[in-house]
C-alpha cells in the first residue's frame, strides 16, 4: 500500500527589484530545487534564471490572466506532494503582483506555505524615506481615472499614518499634483526613484515642490511615493471639550460612547474625556 501523498509547499521567493546582488541564498536554492517554478513572465524569469546559471528549470506562466487555469495545475502538483516556488517580475509576489489568491488557495488544500523574503519597493523606499516608519500603510496604485483617484485621496485626507504609493512614470506628474490638491501643498513627500538601480535617487521636499518637479523634469524610471501623514489636530481647549461632551451627552450616548468617540477624534487621552463626560453628567 502507498503511503498517502503528504502535502505540497507553495514557497513565494522574492527577487531583487533591480540589483541581481540582492537575491538571497534561500531564494537561489528555492528556485533551484523547486519542482515547478510559477511566475509572471517566462521570458523575464528565465532571464533572471539563466544570469543566476539556472538554466532549463520548468516554468509555468501565472499572471492576471493565467492565474484560475494555471493556478489549478499549480494546486494540482502541490496535491502530488511537491514543492512549486512562485516570483512575480520583481520584488515579492503578491505585493502590486500575483500570488494572493494562489496562496488562499493553497492554504485552504491544506498545503504548507513558505516565504524566501526578498527585496520589495514598498519597505525600502518607506526606511529610507526618513518619514516615520512605526506605523504605516500601503495603498498600492492609486487609481488611473482622476476622479476615482481624488475620491480615494480623500477618503486618506486624515490618514495620520505614513502612506505609501507605487506610481508608473506617465502617472507620476498627476498622482502628485492630486496629492497635493487632496493633502495640502505643504504635506511632505519623499519620492524614491530606480530603487538599488544606477540611477537611484530620493526626491525629498513638499507634495507641490514634488508636483512641479515631475511636471517640468518627467522623470523617468520606477517610482515609489512616500507621504507623511497628516498632523494631529490641536488638542482641544477645556472649553472646547466640555461643549463636544456636552453634545455628545445631549444625544443620549452613554458616558462611555462619548468619552471613546471623542477620545479618537480629538487625540486626547480617554479618561480625561470620561471625566469630563462624567462631571457633565452628574449636573
Ligand atoms: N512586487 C513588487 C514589490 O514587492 O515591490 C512590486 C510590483 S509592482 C507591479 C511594480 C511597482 O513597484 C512599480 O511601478 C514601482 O511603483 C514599484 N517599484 C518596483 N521596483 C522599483 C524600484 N526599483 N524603484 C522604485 N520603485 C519600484
Known amino acids: 500500500m502507498s503511503a498517502a501523498p ?10 531583487p527589484i533591480g540589483n541581481l546582488s540582492d537575491l538571497s541564498g534561500r531564494a537561489r536554492e528555492a528556485l533551484a530545487t523547486a519542482a515547478l517554478i510559477a511566475c509572471e513572465d517566462t521570458r523575464r524569469t528565465g532571464r533572471l534564471l539563466s544570469l543566476l546559471g539556472l538554466d532549463k528549470r520548468p516554468l509555468l506562466r501565472l499572471d492576471d490572466h493565467t492565474e484560475l487555469s494555471n493556478g489549478a495545475v499549480v494546486l494540482e502538483r502541490l496535491a502530488r506532494g511537491e514543492t512549486v516556488a512562485v516570483v ?4 515579492l509576489p503578491g505585493i502590486s503582483d500575483p500570488g494572493e489568491r494562489l496562496v488562499a ?3 485552504a488544500a491544506g498545503h504548507r506555505v513558505e516565504v524566501g523574503p526578498g527585496p520589495s519597493a514598498v519597505l ?33 485626507r486624515d490618514e495620520r499614518r505614513t502612506m505609501v504609493f507605487y506610481e508608473s512614470p506617465h ?30 535617487q530620493w526626491w525629498r521636499g513638499t507634495l507641490a515642490g514634488a508636483a512641479a518637479w515631475a511636471a517640468t523634469e518627467s522623470p523617468k524610471g520606477e517610482f515609489v511615493v512616500v507621504v507623511a501623514g497628516a498632523e494631529p489636530p490641536p488638542a482641544p481647549s477645556d472649553d472646547e471639550l466640555e461643549r463636544e461632551v456636552a453634545a455628545g451627552l445631549a444625544t443620549g450616548a452613554s458616558v462611555k460612547d462619548v468619552a471613546a468617540e471623542i477620545a479618537a477624534r480629538r487625540d486626547v487621552p ?9 462631571r457633565l453628567k452628574r449636573g
Open 171 to 200: 502617472r507620476l506628474a498627476p498622482a502628485l499634483t492630486d496629492l497635493a490638491a487632496a493633502f495640502g501643498p505643504e504635506r511632505r513627500v519623499v519620492v524614491a526613484r530606480e530603487l538599488t538601480k544606477l540611477h537611484e
Open 88 to 91: 512575480s517580475d520583481a520584488g
Open 105 to 107: 488557495a493553497a492554504g
Open 124 to 156: 525600502t523606499a518607506l526606511v529610507g524615506s526618513g518619514l516615520a516608519t512605526a506605523r504605516f500603510c500601503f495603498e498600492g496604485f492609486l487609481p488611473r481615472r482622476q476622479a476615482a483617484r481624488l475620491a480615494q485621496l480623500a477618503e486618506l
Open 270 to 278: 480617554r479618561r480625561t474625556v470620561y471625566d469630563v463626560a462624567l
Open 6 to 15: 503528504s502535502g505540497g509547499l507553495l514557497v513565494l521567493v522574492g527577487t
